[in-house]
């Protein structure tokens, strides 16, 4: 089993700096070169670059939650989740076919648990977290 990990380019897991400029803010984001790779391939099936679509992740973050806590974690976690999509057939495996062009809706219908969107529980406890750390 673990020769399928082990296996691994160790250039996939050396980590990288990337600064990108949020709104006039510089700031550093590491991530591992595997994640980078990942995330370039987003970017380019929407015609950016990946400095662009960080830039609007972070923006639909906030705007969506109103904070943004880890966004190296959201990162990584949105490569993530794109490639599972992309192996359970919910995106389209051909890079030709922009993700913005996709129904999110049906792209989303019946995740696994814990996939979607935050449970009204989740959301009062991520929102009393938010309050005690703000108090």
């Known amino acids: 089993m673990c020769e399928i990990f082990i296996s691994a380019d160790p250039q996939s897991y050396d980590a990288r700096t990337r600064s990108v400029r949020l709104h006039g803010v510089v700031t550093s984001i590491r991530l591992e070169n595997l994640f980078w790779q990942v995330l370039e391939e987003i970017a380019q099936r929407d015609g950016m670059v990946v400095v ?31 490639e599972a999509m992309v192996a359970q057939g919910r995106i389209p495996a ?42």
């Open 52 to 82: 662009q679509l960080i830039e609007r992740l972070y923006d639909e973050l906030v705007a969506a939650r109103g904070e943004v806590g880890n966004f190296a974690s959201f990162l990584r976690v949105s490569a993530l989740r794109y």
């Open 94 to 135: 051909d890079t030709s076919v922009a993700i913005r062009s996709l129904d999110a809706k049906a792209v989303l219908h019946a995740l696994p648990q814990g996939w979607g969107p935050a449970s009204p529980e989740n959301r009062v406890r991520t929102l009393q977290g938010a309050v005690r750390r703000h108090a």
